[in-house]
């Protein structure tokens, strides 16, 4: 069974734990500086402990799962566990963090792993991407398949972390803006509110479904009649500058990745 640790059981680190745990393949470990977090886990057959270095210790791939702005102190303590001689690998999946700031604390050698996953993963409907520098790349198709359980994962390289950061990461974000928005906008037009959002609901995930296998503009054309509601839409829609919000929103999130890195 391999041993899988996480540090930090908040929203990816608890998520990616739940499913984890529930597949039964794995000798699961997982530390938190909340012990009242920890609790839910153990029932779940899960080794607690509010040590990041027990964690460590204890597993051959080590998840750190904290905010950016705390993943250089986590290194730190759980460096004594790790080095090129251990065969073990730690994966961060921190905005901005690159490989390099994470070996700078670490014995040299060590295998680092990153992934850029979302919120969905709670549902099992993630995405995320992955990368390694050269001696992770061993344990990429560990990591894949670990994140499989959790959703749909792709290799891709660091450069373009801090987009697909924007891109994806923070994707859900901007979904759920533009759900709210299509609902105040029926309720405006006169649509109860609980009609209105359940009919975005399913709107939004009834496209996500039709996306799998055909193209943006394939679904958009679908519905566009020539001379009809959706062209009428889509033309007050631009002249709003609809699209241009969504490229200046994406590039201002990449930009803001680039800098957590510290
Ligand atoms: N949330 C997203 O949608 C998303 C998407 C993609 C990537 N990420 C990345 O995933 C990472 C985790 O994000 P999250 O949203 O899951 O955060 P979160 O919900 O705040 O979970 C992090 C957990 O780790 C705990 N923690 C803080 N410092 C610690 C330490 N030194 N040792 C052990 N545990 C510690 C936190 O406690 P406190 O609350 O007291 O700090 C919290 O319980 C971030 O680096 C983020 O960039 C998040």
Redesign the pocket.
């Known amino acids: 069974m391999q041993k899988v640790g996480i540090?930090?059981?908040?929203?990816?680190?608890?998520s990616l734990l739940v499913r984890l745990a529930e597949s039964g393949d794995f000798d699961l470990s997982a530390?938190?500086?909340?012990r009242d977090?920890l609790t839910v886990y153990e029932k779940a057959g899960v080794h607690t402990t509010t040590s990041?270095l027990e964690v460590a210790q204890r597993s051959d791939l080590v998840f750190v799962?904290?905010?950016?702005w705390?993943?250089g102190?986590?290194m730190g303590?759980i460096s004594p566990a790790l080095g090129p001689d251990t065969g073990k690998a730690v994966a961060?999946?921190?905005?901005?963090?690159t490989i390099a700031n994470i070996s700078d604390r670490l014995p040299p050698g060590t295998a680092v792993l990153r992934v850029?996953?979302?919120?969905c993963a709670s549902v099992g409907l993630g995405s995320a991407v992955v990368t390694a520098n050269e001696p992770g790349r061993e344990m990429l198709g560990d990591v894949v398949g670990i994140f499989r359980h959790v959703g749909d994962v792709m290799e891709l390289p660091e450069r373009l972390f801090d987009a697909a950061?924007a891109l994806h990461?923070?994707g859900?974000a901007y979904v759920a803006l533009f759900a709210d928005a299509l609902i105040q906008a029926g309720v405006r037009q006169g649509i109860p509110r609980d009609i209105a959002r359940r009919l975005v609901v399913e709107t939004i995930g009834g496209t996500a479904v039709l996306l799998k296998d055909r193209s943006a503009h394939q679904v958009r054309d679908e519905v566009m009649t020539p001379g009809g509601t959706t062209a009428a839409a889509f033309v007050a829609m631009e002249k709003a500058g609809f699209v241009g919000a969504i490229h200046d929103g994406v590039e201002a999130a990449t930009e803001q990745a680039r800098g957590?890195g510290g």
Not at 65 to 68: E, R
């Open positions: 540090i930090g059981v908040g929203k990816i680190g608890g530390s938190d500086v909340h977090q990041n799962a904290v905010k950016p705390d993943v102190s986590v303590e961060s999946v921190a905005a901005g963090v850029m996953p979302n919120v950061t990461g923070s859900p957590l």
